[in-house]
């Protein structure tokens, strides 16, 4: 009756495996062939009406009240921040990052002495940590231990003098803030050093002590650096807005360093990386699922000595094989099934290539009539 239950548990088992192996290879075919079939963004951008200098495109501003644009120009503001070490200045977005210098001790190992008994080997980790974790903020200078790191972003921000919403976009790496006497609060025992950090503590920068602190800040100066964003241009209401791309059903709304050349540079990376990583994943779902289907073969030889390891390592080689061969002929065909130029290019091709065959045939069979 055990064994009876046993191979019956071992059957539903393997039923199980070879279902779930089943809808896993078949949805490999599906990521597969949907990814070749998706727009890039980068093909859409470069459809995006270049605009760099409003005043030389004021023709195209009159004749379309909205339309997709690419706006190349510098981030404008006119907020001001300061802080508490910081005089107010107009920014973009500034950050303040507070480090605390911690000492650390950490146990490594036990040794056992000569008589026996357990010794702790410590340790002492030094590092500067970031004060990030607190939640309350404080003013008052003399609790700075309460200080954390904190970012300051404008809420009207505009390219060109067209607003944009900086909550929806990816703003560009901050630089390090130059810091100077004019730009910052001295207080009682905070020393400014190498125009980056302010410090405060015990010890020196060079060689600090548990406890002491050091701040520097981050910043989007204005104007910054040159931005393309990509979006819909509303000349009513002076914005650029996220744009819906019609055919492909997708959003745009980037912000990204440098010009329109570089910034469609960069989406097109981004659209290569995100196709290779969808295929590779195909390719693997591909070949779990194979193997889940071969696992009641693989359960078999599980069971026999020394061929068993190596049965199974050949069916995964196998099946690793096949799944490779059946992702490229899946990727090819979606390819040509997504890309009409390329599919009745190669229609053409084979069609030229059938019709060359029939008459090398036909030939040679009018040659063997009358030999």
């Not at 609790?143 to 703003?171: C, H, P, R, V, W």
Request: glycine letters at 4%; one cysteine or more; proline letters at 2%.
């Amino acid at each position: 009756m055990y064994m009876i239950t046993e191979v019956m548990s071992q059957v539903t088992t393997s039923i199980k495996w070879i279902i779930a192996g089943f809808v896993l290879f078949l949805a490999s075919f599906f990521i597969l062939f949907i990814n070749e079939g998706d727009a890039n963004i980068s093909e859409i951008a470069n459809n995006a009406v270049e605009i760099t200098n409003i005043d030389t495109n004021l023709n195209i501003e009159v004749n379309n009240n909205s339309q997709f644009v690419s706006l190349t120009g510098s981030l404008e503001s006119t907020e001001k921040f300061d802080d508490i070490f910081l005089e107010k200045g107009n920014y973009i977005q500034i950050s303040r990052i507070v480090e605390f210098y911690t000492q650390d001790k950490t146990n490594t190992d036990f040794q056992e002495d000569s008589t026996s008994n357990n010794s702790i080997k410590n340790r002492i980790s030094s590092k500067w940590v970031e004060n990030n974790d607190n939640t309350q903020e404080v003013t008052n200078y003399y609790k700075e231990k309460k200080l954390q790191t904190l970012t300051q972003t404008a809420n009207f921000i505009t390219i060109a003098g067209y607003t944009i919403d900086q909550s929806q976009l990816n703003l560009p790496a901050p630089k390090d803030l130059l810091l100077t006497t004019e730009n910052t609060k001295q207080t009682n025992n905070t020393i400014l050093l190498n125009q980056k950090y302010l410090f405060k503590g015990n010890g020196t920068l060079n060689r600090p002590q548990h406890g002491d602190m050091r701040i520097h800040y981050e910043a989007i100066t204005v104007p910054s650096q040159t931005v393309t964003v990509f979006g819909e241009m509303n000349t009513a209401h002076k914005t650029i807005t996220p744009y819906y791309d019609e055919v492909s059903g997708k959003t745009i709304y980037r912000l990204l360093s440098g010009t329109r050349h570089t910034a469609i540079e960069e989406l097109k990376t981004e659209d290569t990386v995100t196709s290779w990583t969808f295929r590779f994943f195909g390719f693997l779902i591909m070949w779990t699922g194979l193997m889940l289907l071969f696992s009641p073969i693989s359960t078999i030889l599980s069971h026999i000595p020394f061929l068993g390891h190596l049965g199974i390592i050949g069916i995964g080689i196998i099946t690793g094989i096949i799944s490779l061969i059946l992702s490229t002929v899946t990727i090819f065909i979606a390819i040509l099934l997504h890309n009409i130029i390329i599919l009745c290019l190669t229609i053409i091709a084979i069609l030229i290539l059938f019709i060359i065959y029939i008459r090398q045939n036909n030939e040679t069979s009018s040659k063997n009539l009358i030999a």
